[in-house]
């Protein structure tokens, strides 16, 4: 979430320190994602360098560039990076992937049979166990949560759930572009570009993990929703 953000700072630094101290927090991010070795993070990081820079002059050249020079040096990462990146297209080699589709069947499962109202708000991990004869020997299943946020709050609030989020999501998004077209600076349009690219590399993510009840996109939500109020009670909206 916060790379988009990030990277809207270190372009809009105009002072040497400043874009010095911003370029500093990217790479600590960067590295940081990158020894969690969480695929998820490695997607989401990429998505949101890429959505921030396509549109900047200039920017696709960079990207390109990144991807040449990732390509080129890949043989030279660790190894265990080179692992969980080929693990992504090869999945079934992988045991954590094979968990991950295990849960997501589950939910599916729980959604089959409680379609309207789902298992209740937090209850995934308690019911799992139910449904582990339903799933082939082929995937894992385990007492965690559904590693996909779209699949666990079907499984947990029913299609109903699943709607409200899909339309929280689309009304931040349409929020943000708003914003973007009708700032007053370009500065300013920036900033809600920033928002919305971070909010697109959430929804990405939720692919991969169940953070429902993660605060950290609520509050995204909620810088978004705080903007378009405040704008509202400007002459530029």
């Known amino acids: 979430l916060t790379i988009p953000l990030t990277l809207y700072m270190l372009w809009s630094a105009r002072r040497a320190l400043h874009r010095t101290l911003w370029t500093l927090a990217a790479v600590i991010q960067a590295v940081a994602i990158f020894y969690t070795h969480a695929r998820m993070g490695y997607l ?35 190894t265990t990076f080179q692992t969980r990146v080929e693990s992504i297209l090869d999945y079934t080699s992988s045991e954590s992937s094979r968990t991950r589709i295990g849960q997501q069947l589950v939910g599916l499962w729980m959604f089959r049979d409680h379609p309207v109202t789902g298992v209740g708000p937090g209850n995934f991990e308690e019911n799992v166990k139910r449904y582990t004869d339903r799933v082939p020997d082929r995937w894992r299943v385990e007492v965690i949560g559904a590693h996909n946020l779209y699949v666990e709050v079907l499984a947990e609030l029913g299609v109903q759930g699943l ?12 929020a943000a572009q708003q914003l973007r077209r009708r700032a007053p600076t370009p500065s300013t349009a920036l900033l809600y570009e920033a928002l919305g690219a971070s909010l697109l590399v959430f929804a990405f993510s939720a692919l991969f993990v169940h953070a429902q009840y993660q605060k950290e996109w609520w509050l995204l939500l909620a810088v978004i929703t705080a903007a378009r109020s405040i704008a509202a009670r400007t002459d530029f909206t």
Request: hydrophobic share 70%; proline share 4%.
């Open 163 to 174: 709607v409200v989020l899909l339309l929280i999501l689309v009304y931040a998004w349409r």
């Open 44 to 78: 989401g990081m990429v998505l949101g360098v890429v959505l921030f820079l396509i549109r900047r002059r200039g920017g696709t050249a960079i990207v390109l560039w990144a991807v040449l020079v990732t390509a080129a040096t890949y043989p030279l990462w660790p």
